[in-house]
């Protein structure tokens, strides 16, 4: 069975840290690109960062500069460094996987850990 598991969202204050974590079981998450989009209420869902298999990057403007996306194969888990954290930036956040190959399709997605930022 495949799981993406996140965690480490919260209530923070404007400006300040969080990280997230998603934890991947039940497939070889290392030739799967990784994500994290977000979806704020009355609001469609929105890409924040991905990361591919062999681990190139990029983000949404919104977030450059603030957010980074890492991931560690041995953990099959991807992260989300979130900083200058803004009220804008409070949403739901989830994590996918997904498998582009030849004949090959697969995407996963979390249930999606929600972040607050307000004073």
């Known amino acids: 069975q495949v799981q993406l598991v996140e965690s480490g969202g919260g209530l923070v204050q404007p400006g300040g840290s969080l990280r997230l974590s998603c934890a991947a079981s039940?497939?070889?998450?290392?030739?799967?690109?990784a994500g994290w989009y977000r979806q704020a209420p009355g609001k469609e869902r929105e890409l924040v960062a991905v990361?591919?298999?062999?681990?190139?990057?990029n983000s949404a403007d919104s977030v450059k500069g603030r957010f980074a996306i890492s991931r560690d194969y041995a953990k099959n888990t991807v992260y989300l460094q979130m900083n200058s954290l803004k009220p804008e930036d409070t949403a739901v956040y989830y994590c996918?996987?997904?498998?582009?190959?030849?004949?090959?399709?697969?995407?996963?997605w979390g249930q999606g850990t929600q972040v607050t930022v307000s004073s």
């Open positions: 996918n996987a997904e498998l582009a190959l030849p004949g090959t399709r697969r995407n996963y």
């Open positions: 039940g497939i070889l998450f290392s030739i799967y690109n």
């Open positions: 990361i591919t298999s062999n681990g190139n990057t």
